[in-house]
C-alpha cells in the first residue's frame, strides 16, 4: 500500500466488516466502543445523523430528551430521543459525535450486535473520509482533498475516481444519476442501502416485471417495488450495469437510490463540508461485483 502524500495525515484506518456473528449484512460497520461498550455501528453515507439505539444509550447511561419523530429508509415514522454530544472511540481515535438521536433499536440489532449508525460524512469536521469498500477499510485522512484522491488512485488502480457535484437537499451524500435514457435526478449514494432503487417518477414508462424487495427501515417496513433486469446506470461520465433495478412509487430522501449492489467493489471519498465534490471510484472495467448467496440470505438490515 503506497505512503499517504507528505501534505496528508492518516488519523484512522480500520477494517469494516460485514460479519455479525454466523450471518452477514450487506452494510459495512466498524466496531466502536461507546462508554465502555463494544458495539458495531452501521456506516451510513445516507443518514443525516448519529443514531444510537435506545438500548445501547440506556445501558450506557445516556441521558436523554424526547424529539420530534424521524423518518426512516421506507418512509415509516419513527419515535427518536436526542442524546446531545456522546464521545466514543474507534480503534485508538476518539471522537465527539455531536447531536446524536436514538431510536429503538430494530430487533435484529440487538442479536447482531448492533449499537447504531455512523453518519460517516460527519464523522469528522474537516478530514476526508474514505470508505472503501473495495478494500473495506475505513480511513480518516487530513489534508487536501486532492492529495487525498491521489492517494486513494494509487493504492486501488482497479477504479477510477468521479468527482461529483453534491446535490441539493438535505446533509445526505446527494448526486446526480440516471438509469439508462432517462434524465438525472437526485440520487443517494448509501452503503446503508441494499439495493440501487428509482421512484417510478425517474423512470416515466419503466415497469417492472415482478415484485421485489429491498432492505428494511430501521422502524422495521421492508421496501417494496417491482424488478427490472439489465438497466444501465449514469453517472458523471461513467455507466454501470444494474443487473436487477428496484421500481418503487416512491423513495423519501430522493427519487434515486444507489445501494450496496453497485457500491459494493467502490470507494468513497466525502467530508462534513458541502460545498466539496464527492469522489466516488468505480471500477475501471465498468463492472461491479454481485452480492454474494450469503449476503443476499442474510443482508436485510
Known amino acids: ?48 445523523d448519529h443514531i444510537l439505539t435506545r438500548e445501547l444509550a440506556d445501558r450506557v447511561g445516556l441521558g436523554s430528551e424526547a424529539g420530534e419523530p424521524g423518518t426512516d429508509s421506507v418512509g415509516a415514522s419513527v419515535p427518536s430521543w436526542t442524546l446531545g454530544d456522546v464521545p466514543i472511540q474507534i480503534g485508538d481515535l476518539d471522537f465527539t459525535l455531536q447531536s446524536v438521536v436514538a431510536i429503538t433499536g430494530p430487533a435484529r ?27 473495506r477499510r475505513l480511513t480518516l485522512v487530513a489534508g487536501a482533498p486532492s492529495d487525498v484522491t491521489a492517494w486513494v488512485a494509487a ?3 482497479s477504479v477510477r475516481p468521479l468527482s461529483l457535484d453534491r446535490a441539493p437537499g438535505d446533509s445526505t451524500i446527494l448526486v446526480h444519476a440516471a438509469i439508462d435514457a432517462y434524465d438525472p435526478v437526485v440520487t443517494l449514494l448509501d452503503p446503508g442501502g441494499k439495493r440501487t432503487e428509482f421512484a417510478a417518477s425517474a423512470v416515466p414508462g419503466l415497469r417492472g416485471l415482478r415484485p421485489g ?89
Open 155 to 157: 493504492r486501488s488502480p
Open 213 to 301: 424487495s429491498g432492505g428494511r427501515g430501521v422502524g422495521g417496513g421492508q421496501t417494496l417495488g417491482a424488478e427490472v433486469e439489465n438497466r444501465t446506470l449514469r453517472v458523471g461520465d461513467a455507466t454501470l450495469p444494474v443487473p436487477n433495478l428496484l421500481i418503487r412509487e416512491e423513495i423519501g430522501i430522493a427519487p434515486g437510490l444507489i445501494g450496496m449492489d453497485i457500491l459494493r467493489g467502490t470507494v468513497l471519498v466525502v467530508s462534513a463540508d458541502e460545498g466539496q465534490p464527492v469522489i466516488w471510484f468505480v471500477p475501471t472495467d465498468g463492472q461491479v461485483p454481485g452480492t454474494t448467496a450469503r449476503e443476499e440470505r442474510h443482508g436485510t438490515v
Open 1 to 48: 500500500m503506497p505512503d499517504p502524500p507528505a501534505t496528508t495525515n492518516v488519523l484512522l484506518d480500520v477494517p469494516l466488516t460485514f460479519d455479525v456473528g454466523v450471518e452477514v449484512t450487506h452494510a459495512p460497520m466498524v466496531v466502536a466502543n461507546v462508554g465502555g461498550t463494544m458495539t458495531r455501528l452501521i456506516v451510513d453515507t445516507g443518514s443525516t
Open 109 to 135: 440489532f440487538a442479536g447482531w450486535g448492533i449499537g447504531g449508525i455512523l453518519s460517516a460524512q460527519h464523522l469528522h469536521p474537516t478530514a476526508q473520509v474514505v470508505v472503501d469498500l473495495l478494500d
